[in-house]
């Protein structure tokens, strides 16, 4: 399958956090009767549903490589109904000034289409007109009679936006969950090069659950795993205006390795290492905190990870028109690949000693 | 039920003092389970055999309370929250210290509520001075709020519902249940109200196939409150998600079915605020599928808890169908 199919089905497909079996039973099929089959040795799913995908290494003990990006997105979820609406709350951060107004698909007995409805202005209160109204405050429209919506609805069924994956100019690519469906299809780039080499390292693929919530998939697939050294791959904030220049970084000029806290510098300078021997054109972030992505939970995992983060650079995150260049996505995969490609025994032995 | 009830909540336990809790429950099902343990963390650990799958029940002890951090020169006590505590909700009530001593919490001068936080507080134990205060506090002791029990027919007013109505339907379900088809781990544990600190290591300990923690949860059924769809009266409600948790789904689906098959009042549970033990026990090791049976309760975190009876009792009987179904994962 091309990189720009799947990354639209990737991306289209329903995957809130702690439901993200649509959207895993992608890959699962890429990797169990697809393409992916032979470019790896194993594939399982754990207790909580992260999906692991083995390329074993050479040797034996190889250095052992866990690579993770987040397969779940950020949604709604019914907290109560009311007379024929439904009440929500969030599954993840959202950004409630973008909800209204917006499509959506409640995920009750069947999937059923819904909206976000509005005050309309003409009935506004002067006070209201400048204010942003509260997620409390907002309720969907399925169109049903309470009695029917009770039949189909259920107080905890999981709500996505709707919305399919566009195409801009300049093969940019417009959608929602790109966060972290990008990092997603990073990494099935990075096993589609590797399939072709010999690397000294194991390479442990995990498609995680939950990050939306608190990297939770993470922490348990980390812990399982103990791996020697652990990337983790999302998305970090694309230019756009109104962000000063450090903010945000440029759509088209690669992927973004990132230093700080949550990134071990041994891990940072191989990285940067791989790019320069790859001819990978990157740019650099200095994270402000160690939280925010799987990096976090796998440093700290058992007796510790050397860790780094790779991101993709990312406009309007956590909105449903998530805009990101489908080349950085492609030179993420190479990047990952070069960079597992020089690891070897002796890079880790340098680890132990740092 | 209601005596049980009013029996654990009679008991002084803030976080990190569970003792004297911990010595009741363990006299209460000495004759109920296979062995009683407590371990290095202080969770009291009921086992009871009764097949392959581990199952580990999980309902804590201890609860919200107030600790000195500095007595002053006429011997007022100043302190700090342990758990979750609102000022508001402190003012002018009555606290008991481990060793017995009482005291009424005052505040100083303010001109509007807003500016009541904790630092505006003090306990007044009676103490003339700071020698006399210290003959019967020292800094570092804690206290829990100290409020009767209330029988209100259907339902029960008391102090520490948070989470004794859990260790409650746990006990009970221990004593009721004839034939478990799981191996039992009910656990009660300690510390969960400063960051359900007690569950994470049990949970470490035993390394379960399924958690299920047993806990009050908030409602929506009273003037002008938050809009939630739990209600008092309506049964156990089985969580889909909090701040710690969104339930594993085929936890939720067993749940479901299991009050479904045995006719179970129960309702669905979404609380956007709050964790409970559970939290912790699916984050453990490699990952453990966790749940949650809640007890509805309102006034949270006061000294006056609510729950009613019929909810405490549909809590008891899907508890004990869960411990009586073979569970496999």
Redesign the interface.
Known sequence: MQTEKLLKELTDAVGPSGREDRAAQIILDFFSNGDGRCWISELRRDRLGNIILRKAGQGEHPPRIMLAAHIDEIGLIVTALEDGFIRFSTIGGIDQRVLLGQEVIVHGREDLPGVIGAKPPHLQQADERNKAVKIEDMTIDLGLAPERMAALVRVGDPITIKRSCGTLKNSFYAGKAMDDRAGVVALVECLRRLKDYNHEAEVLVVITVQEELGVRGAFVSSYGLNPDIGLAVDVTHGEMPGLADYEGFKLGQGPVIVTGPPVHPLIFDKLKAAAEAGKVKYQVEAAETPRGTDAYAIQIAQAGVASGLVCIPLRYMHTSVETLALDDLKETGRLLAEFIMQIDRAFLEGLECY | MKDLLRRLTSIPAPSGREEQIRAFIQAELKDYCDELTVDTMGNLIAFKRGGKTKLQFAAHMDEIGVIVTAIDEQGFLRFSNVGGIRPHRLYAQRVRFQNGTMGVIGAEKIDDLKQLTLEKLYIDIGATSAEEAKTKVAVGDIASFDHGYLDLGQRVVAKALDDRVGCAVLIEALKRVTKPQNDLYCTFTVQEEVGLRGAKTAAFGLDPDLGIALDVTAT?DTPEA????MKLGQGAAIK??DVSL????QV?ELLTTLAEQNGIPH????L?FGGTDAGAI????????AGVISVPCRYLHSPSEMVDLNDVEAAVRLVVATMEHPIT?
């Open positions: 929506g938050p809009k939630l769809a889909v998600k969104i339930t594993h789904p939720k309702q669905f549970e979404v956007p699916h984050l453990t090791k490699a990952g453990i599928p994962l």
